[in-house]
């Protein structure tokens, strides 16, 4: 009985209040920028491990799946902290592990670090892009029931959006 009956004005309505509404918008920003960053490690990982550092395939394989596992845990524990915590200290931990394991990424671009710093930073930037999922997706739909699935589908949109747009700025300068 509540159900729209939907049309591109409507989404154009909905569209058009979601983006009007700071706390929404702050919340796909974040989100969206940390997937972009999820995209840059995906675009750019095995450039950077097996053609600077020399991993060999399975040793990238190994790096890769302690990533995906810490992405799996880290999600879970996000979701229970964001239940323990608040929802904005969950997402100012998620984003403080972003920008530490980016510091140690930016590092390693600069001056030579071991191989096993790099595998901590985007360990860090991966699990911090999971911890800031739950609170995010949250935080932006909290205050929208009425249009949900419209404003799910912008963080959705916004994180590939952006994770298209850097992903292939990560070679822009080479495989060096």
């Given at each position: 009985r509540r159900r729209d009956r939907g049309g591109f004005a409507q989404i154009a309505r909905d569209y058009h209040a979601l983006l009007g509404d700071r706390r929404f918008v702050g919340a796909v920003l974040a989100s969206g920028l940390a997937y972009a960053a999820l995209?840059?490690?995906?675009?750019?990982?095995?450039?950077?491990?097996?053609?600077?550092?020399?991993?060999s395939p399975q040793q990238y394989a190994l790096a890769f799946g302690l990533n995906s596992a810490g992405f799996m845990a880290f999600g879970w524990l996000a979701a229970r902290s964001s239940q323990r915590w608040s929802l904005h200290a969950t997402l100012v931990s998620g984003l403080a592990m972003c920008g530490a394991g980016a510091l140690g990424l930016l590092l390693g671009g600069l001056v030579a670090i071991p191989v096993s710093l790099v595998i901590v930073s985007l360990?860090?930037?991966?699990?911090?892009?999971?911890?800031?999922?739950?609170?995010?997706t949250t935080i932006a739909?909290?205050?929208?029931?009425?249009?949900?699935?419209?404003?799910?589908?912008?963080?959705?949109?916004?994180?590939?959006?952006?994770?298209?747009?850097?992903?292939?700025l990560v070679g822009i300068a080479g495989a060096a």
């Open positions: 995209f840059a490690y995906l675009a750019g990982a095995t450039y950077v491990l097996q053609g600077i550092y020399g991993l360990f860090l930037l991966v699990g911090g892009v999971a911890v800031t999922t739950p609170p995010t739909l909290a205050d929208h029931p009425r249009m949900a699935g419209t404003a799910s589908s912008l963080v959705g949109m916004a994180r590939f959006a952006l994770g298209g747009i850097v992903a292939p």
